[in-house]
């Protein structure tokens, strides 16, 4: 189960990586709360055909009680908000800039975890997390050497933190929940209800959903495919086999993927300096010492 685990959040990481580069290639004609909707749409659409086909999940959904469907509604809300501000800050600020910052929330989710969700961060857990963060600071300072640093601007990397903090608020309601849900009726649930409030989004701030291009469909309908069902959803199957610190900090591997991308490819070409390359190695390797402590844990157990 460890290396399934493991193989798993690979997986998820790689696939939320492509996510800001998609974004990035779809036209400017399109808002970021249409990209978040349409993104949102096109996921719960692929997972509710997975539930029509497989009966047992409509029945454990009918077998949801109450409160776990408030529960999940409000981890709903809080995902459609990390969309929309962090899809937002890619249209003000860098690929490597935004998706650093909107996943530096291990510092929200570590400290929370430990104490009220009784996971206990060990010595190596908490030098992980601190070695994360010197990478994450290294990155923020290469960030602004970026040969186009005119696109890095002080609201576009406050929308992408305040994004990063919906994202931890999410993995700690996923891991709060996932450990009595199994994730395919937790994931259609919080999807449909965050498809929901941001159609709301959209009328309450005149964001239009038609006459979007086709193109842009086509790509959006592609990251929900890869980012969606690949990313977001293996990554809530990871959350019931890890801690919530080790999958928050496992999430510091997207802004590698992230700016790796947006180098090679030529229509963003955004060339990370030293700085980010150096950053980097950092925090994969406290990535590393956060997994590799709970990898041995469960040997033992």
Not at 37 to 62: A, G, N
Not at 210 to 225: C, F, H, K, T, Y
Not at 246 to 260: D, K
Request: proline letters at 3%.
């Amino acid at each position: 189960m460890i290396q399934k685990s493991s193989i798993t959040l690979t997986i998820s990481i790689i696939s939320v990586s492509l996510a800001a580069i998609l974004i990035k290639t779809v036209s400017k004609e399109t808002s970021p709360i249409t990209i978040s909707f349409y993104r949102m749409l096109f996921t719960t659409l692929l997972i509710l055909l997975i539930v029509l086909l497989k009966k047992k999940y409509q029945q454990q959904i009918l077998l949801l009680t109450k409160k776990q469907i408030l529960v999940m509604s409000i981890i709903g809300v809080v995902l459609a908000i990390h969309f929309v501000l962090w899809i937002t800050s890619l249209d003000l600020t860098s690929v490597a800039s935004s998706v650093l910052l909107v996943t530096a929330h291990p510092i929200l989710v570590g400290p929370i975890s430990h104490y009220f969700l009784k996971e206990k961060l060990s010595f190596i857990n908490s030098i992980g997390i601190i070695i994360s963060f010197c990478g994450i600071i290294i990155l923020v300072y290469g960030n602004s050497g970026l040969i186009n640093s005119s696109i890095d601007t002080v609201e576009g990397n406050i929308l992408a933190f305040l994004g990063g903090i919906a994202a931890g608020l999410y993995i700690l309601g996923g891991r709060y929940t996932r450990n009595k849900i199994a994730v395919i009726p937790y994931v259609f649930v919080v999807y449909s209800v965050a498809t929901i409030v941001l159609f709301f989004f959209s009328l309450i701030f005149e964001s239009t959903l038609i006459n979007v291009p086709i193109r842009d469909l086509e790509i959006i309908l592609l990251m929900a495919g890869i980012s969606g069902i690949l990313g977001h959803t293996l990554y809530n199957w990871s959350l019931e086999h890890i801690k919530a610190s080790v999958a928050s900090v496992a999430l510091l591997g997207e802004p590698i993927g992230s700016a790796f991308f947006a180098a090679v490819l030529p229509w963003i070409h955004e060339i990370p300096t030293r700085y980010t390359l150096f950053g980097g190695c950092i925090i994969l390797a406290g990535i590393y010492l956060t997994a590799m402590n709970k990898q041995k844990k469960d040997k033992i157990l």
